[in-house]
């Protein structure tokens, strides 16, 4: 969501973590006025009485994809077997260690049978996938389509095929201690304006249609 929100709301004050980094904050006593997470994040915030459980609404989904060094050449993933070809034949590998993409990627690699064979050229990045790539750091990297597509440096290959592909639907909701209720919500709206939501196709996240905003 961050280049969403850096090109749609500059003024925003924002902090960008992964899911389980910003579940850890919210635990530990951070607040903010609206909390964007995965759905299954913002549901485990719900049960906890930390939001506002009818304030929740639904963002859209990204799907995991690769990317290279801007200028690289780019590997065929385009079947599992390209696929793995591309990983085996890669020096190095990166993916987030905390982020969704990240965790069922290093699945996907145990899954695919290669998760050994690549125990000592994979990478797992504390930040950002795409910097490690923009830096040489890794010669290829997954992470989900949206994180990657803001990146400068790098370039996109293209999506996991079908059968491995695993989106990420994406939530928001108003924190229950915000003293700032109207306009949290106000901002909840603005993200299912026309111009947000083009935004988020420009940096490959699909948006979800608006149902009515539902009332306590």
Known sequence: MKGVLDGAAPGLRVQ??????????????????????????????AHQGKVMAATRVELGSSGVGIAVRAGAAKPDIGTVDALKRALLDATSVAHSRMGASGIYFAQLLERLGIAERLKKRVIVEKGPVGAAIASGEAELGAQLLCELAPVPGIDIVGPLPDELQKSSVFAAAVMSGTAKRAGAQAFLDFLGTPAVQAAMRENLFIPAPRSPRRRE
């Open 16 to 45: 960008f973590h992964a899911t389980q980094a910003l579940l850890k904050s919210i635990a530990q006593g951070e607040t903010a006025d609206v909390v964007i997470l995965t759905a299954e994040g913002i549901e485990q915030l």
